[in-house]
């Protein structure tokens, strides 16, 4: 059976990478080609027939070898008719994409006709069936639907994103399946990722061709509409029902959530283009497009692994999907503080006034940063209770689950209160750690005093909250510190795709490793260090932010031959006039500019 799976692959991917180089040349005929614009990525335009390359592979790749070997088991009718629904479903899909291709729909007449494919795929049965009340299920099915064709539609923003990202998704599911022992959807997934792979030759950067709207809302919908299926046979809960899907498709969701609350932080309409994808921060913070495509790629993987080992042991989904969501928080609050937007878009967004937030909440870009704290004292309650209780934990589940809602408000209002948000998560020093201390200290002493007044502590561990306390202080101040972290990480990158100008900073103490870590922060400066030279011997050697110091003012001479230096900034007042003479010396002899400290005011400007 295996075999027969990896063939409908083999051959959907043969047929819908020949099919894409056909349709490339109809694209350009038909004058269906991407509009260049000032708030999307690529500067040319590119055919945009690739979602039917993937559609027709996917369908030939499925059918054939149905055709060709007619005796192989019958599926259940019920796996037959849902299968029927989703490849009927899909077709609609693709035909509202290419209207929108050819016309450009309205965001919300395009989304319209989404609700409307959403609602007669429920009324033929492909539903969540997860509460056990009819209407419930169906508008959550719709709503499911509906969110996946628009987050598949949205990550549609970089060369071989959602292509790839759509592969990963549908082997994950398919693996699943598998378990289950449900021939026909598998049969289907694996002609889907033969045809999303076999396009993604044509697709990886540079892109010859690109989904359009035709493919990203076909293969969202596909998606959808698959994982419904998987789960309609599974008891699981309503947990299970619904978290295990979006493990499958979390790039996807991740990113429609953080670009929509960005966009409404900023007074944008969330149904808008623009470059301010969490693909296109990642290039702006220094990735080069294949390596943050990897990222992404990775993230995907490892919701989908998730997901799959969740199906043989349901507990595992709760810590490592914590785990997970902690990684993705940190990305989240660190990608939002890239500056993507300029300042006349903020000027023309603002005008609308049905995206604005309240004036009357402060420090608006911390608000991911308190989304990623509430998510942290979740985690750390949750954890501190697995600690102290270990195979017992869930022998206290329902003290967990009646005390959290009192926890987490008090932790909250702490946090906030003693001015944890009012700090810059990249610029945290000694003295935000302090006030994160005092915060959750004074935070868990008020949720024991809350549980000693409500419930006399009856049931419950005094040594819980220590051990929540001294977890919440060490998670919050780890994410803190991990800017800093990250900074170094992407200023590695950027260091090497972006055209920077080699700088040795003379002088490696305080102003020195001041004027370094701006200069990594702020790649505007356009300056890259690569070292320090410093008189001082027990220095030497050392290394500041990665930066090595190499020596005195006699390998000045060697450094700048080396490293092609392009300017020499003298970093204190402090230095001897014999030496800055002798450093103005060899840098006008080699032609390099030279800065006193004044140099920090026309950075600055």
């Not at 795709?497 to 505007?524: C, F, K």
């Amino acid at each position: 059976m295996i075999s027969s799976f990896a063939f409908s692959g083999l051959l959907a991917a043969f047929i819908s990478g020949s099919l894409a180089l056909t349709l490339k040349r109809l694209a350009q005929i038909l004058g269906l080609v991407s509009i260049v614009k000032g708030d999307r990525w690529r500067t040319e335009p590119i055919p945009l027939l690739g979602g039917i390359a993937v559609f027709l592979g996917t369908l030939a790749g499925y059918l054939l070898p149905h055709w060709l070997a007619p005796s192989s088991a019958i599926p259940d009718p019920h796996s037959w008719a849902m299968t029927a629904v989703v490849l009927g479903g899909s077709a609609a899909a693709l035909a509202i994409g290419l209207i929108d291709d050819k016309i450009h729909l309205l965001p919300h007449t395009k989304l319209m006709w989404q609700i409307f494919l959403g609602i007669a795929a429920v009324g033929l049965g492909l539903r969540f069936r997860v509460s056990g009340w009819a209407l419930a299920d169906s508008a959550l099915s719709v709503l499911w639907l509906v969110t996946t064709m628009n987050a598949v539609n949205l990550i549609d923003n970089m060369d071989g994103l959602a292509a790839g990202v759509a592969s990963i998704a549908s082997i994950s599911v398919m693996t699943a399946m598998m378990a289950s022992q449900q021939p026909l959807p598998v049969a289907l997934l694996a002609a889907f990722s033969g045809g999303c792979l076999g396009f993604l030759i044509h697709n990886f950067p540079p892109a010859k061709i690109f989904l359009g709207d035709a493919g990203s809302l076909w293969i969202g919908f596909f998606l959808g509409s698959v994982t419904m299926i998987q789960t309609n046979g599974e008891a699981r809960g309503l947990a299970g029902s619904l978290i295990l899907p979006a493990l499958f498709l979390l790039l996807p969701i991740f990113d429609m959530a953080f670009v929509s609350l960005n966009r409404i932080l900023h007074n944008r309409s969330p149904f808008t283009g623009g470059r301010d994808h969490t693909s296109h921060r990642l290039i702006v913070a220094g990735l080069s497009e294949r390596k943050a495509l990897m990222v992404f790629y990775l993230l995907s993987a490892s919701g989908g692994l998730l997901s799959v080992v969740s199906l043989k042991d349901f507990s595992v989904l709760w810590l490592m999907g914590l785990l997970l969501v902690l990684v993705c928080g940190l990305l989240a609050a660190y990608l939002s503080q890239i500056r993507v937007y300029g300042d006349m878009d903020f000027v023309q967004e603002s005008t609308r006034p049905h995206f604005s937030v309240p004036r009357f909440i402060p420090h608006k870009r911390q608000i991911i940063g308190l989304l990623l704290d509430f998510n942290l004292i979740v985690i750390a309650y949750f954890v501190s209770y697995l600690l102290r209780f270990e195979e017992h934990f869930f022998d206290y589940w329902e003290i967990f689950v009646k005390s959290l809602p009192v926890v987490l408000p008090l932790q909250m209002t702490s946090l906030w209160w003693g001015g944890v948000y009012r700090s810059s998560f990249r610029h945290s020093s000694i003295w935000d750690i302090v006030t994160i201390v005092k915060s959750v200290t004074l935070g868990s002493v008020l949720s024991a005093l809350a549980v000693l007044f409500i419930w006399r502590f009856e049931s419950f561990s005094r040594s819980v909250f220590i051990v929540d306390c001294i977890l919440l202080i060490a998670m919050i101040c780890s994410f803190r510190l991990a800017f800093r972290l990250l900074d170094q990480v992407f200023w590695g990158q950027r260091s090497s795709v972006e055209d920077l100008a080699p700088v040795v900073i003379y002088g490696a103490g305080d102003q020195g490793e001041t004027m370094a870590r701006t200069m990594m922060q702020n790649a505007a400066l356009g300056r890259l260090p690569v070292g320090f030279i410093d008189d001082d011997y027990n220095k030497q050697g050392l290394r500041i932010h990665g930066i090595r110091v190499w020596g005195n003012s006699n390998q000045l001479d060697d450094l700048i031959t080396k490293f092609a230096i392009q300017e020499v900034v003298i970093s204190s007042n402090k230095i001897s006039g014999h030496n800055r003479e002798k450093i103005k010396k060899i840098c006008k002899d080699k032609n390099v500019a030279i800065k006193s400290p004044v140099w920090s005011f026309d950075l600055i400007s």
